[in-house]
């Protein structure tokens, strides 16, 4: 009788491992033909340009030049070390092929100001890319190149994705080109402080430099988005990577191809999260909807019935449970056509209509500050309210001293010339105190680092 039920425990044993097998097998992906399908609609792109540098002042090795020129040349000679000089860069990335005439789609940033775009087909065929178009914004750019019947990805159905959800990223990490690495959608509509217009596609597919462009493919085999940014405290892969949504990515592509720039929709409104004490005060059951907390002069909302106050539940027919989801529908929002939002007021909902203007260059400036009016040339915005980092988050960065030193979007800037930054108003504040000509020196954070930065600011002539 013993004997019989150790026999019989070890049946359920192997019944029960054949099944976890069987579970196994239906559930784990094999991307082996997935991979093999699709591998000739991704391209490695790479990428040559030139920019200024300045010589080290005082540091005559770091310079092209016979350093025994600085200790023993004329002054006029020495001086001429420390002058800009130029550099060549070269970068690189990844893209895909969206159209079988040669349109092919990457990140901005890849491309950057490239002067020289070199795009290698699966086939080892490498053949020079023009930039039809590109928009920071969204960080995607359109490349053209001279090559027909070229296999076009399948764009995926964004909506039919869900959290945990298997997916595949293909692209060239440090270079070494039709790399796939798996993972999970980890989460959707993931709204970084320097894009409030992306609602991005976090995963945990391994992506490190060099997989930026590549595309991010679902089990069917169809591209859901475009592998654009990680999160890291080293420069390499953390565990967190976010892509475009690739219907975005796509709605770009066709504004570009059509009109060579992107329009968005602007409402004119400054927003902000509903919290668990705020939702009390309007008497509802969650937090939900975007409130108003300020409206634009002159802007389509500033010209409608929208009051400051205003909660915000939804926009065209879909609701808002975050305000970060607002910016994102009213981009892409029809422009000169109304919209309808329904609000919350005095404890009672209405509908107001509010005719959607394009955002062009100023409009962008007016949410924050205009770059090309203060000597950083920076945008900035505030903080998200969860975020336990101190500072004001940049969110453009214009042609000029700031760019120079290397200041990106996604910048904390904490600090200027000794002043702490908690708001936008502080940065306002502290810009209008620079003076053109004088170095200012920013505390900046990226990441997990923080550091020190000197930002010479160009000398204006009166």
Sequence with gaps: ?????????QSGVIASLMLVNIVSAQTLPDWSD???KNKSSVVSITVKGKEE???MQGFPFFDDNDPFQFFFGEPRQRQHQSQPRERVIQGGGSGFIVDKDGIIVTNAHVVGKADEILV???DRRELPAKLIGKDDRSDVAVLQIDAKSLPAVKVADVNDLKVGQWVMAVGSPFGLDYTATQGIISSLGRNLPSDNYTPF???????????????LFNTKGEVIGINSQIYTSTGSYAGVSFAIPIDLAMDVVDQIKANGKVVRGWLGVQIQDVSADLAKTFKLDKPQGALISGIMPKGPAAQSDLKVGDLILSFNGKAIEKSSELPVLVSRAKVNE???LEILRNGKKQTI?????AMDGEQLANQSQDATNNLLGLVVDAMPQDSIRKGVVVSLVSEGPSADVGIMRGDVISQINGQDIHSVDDFNQAITQL????????LIQRGQNSYFVAVPLKEIKK
């Design 120 to 122: 290698q087909l699966s």
């Design 53 to 55: 540098v300045q010589s």
């Design 435 to 442: 003076k053109s000509g004088e170095v200012v020196r920013l």
């Design 201 to 215: 596609i976090q995963t945990d597919a391994a992506v490190n430099p060099g997989n930026s462009g590549g595309p």
């Design 353 to 357: 209509k509010v005719e959607i203007k």
């Design 338 to 340: 109304k919209a309808e």
């Design 34 to 36: 997935l991979f093999e």
């Design 1 to 9: 009788m013993k004997t019989t039920w150790v026999k019989s425990v």
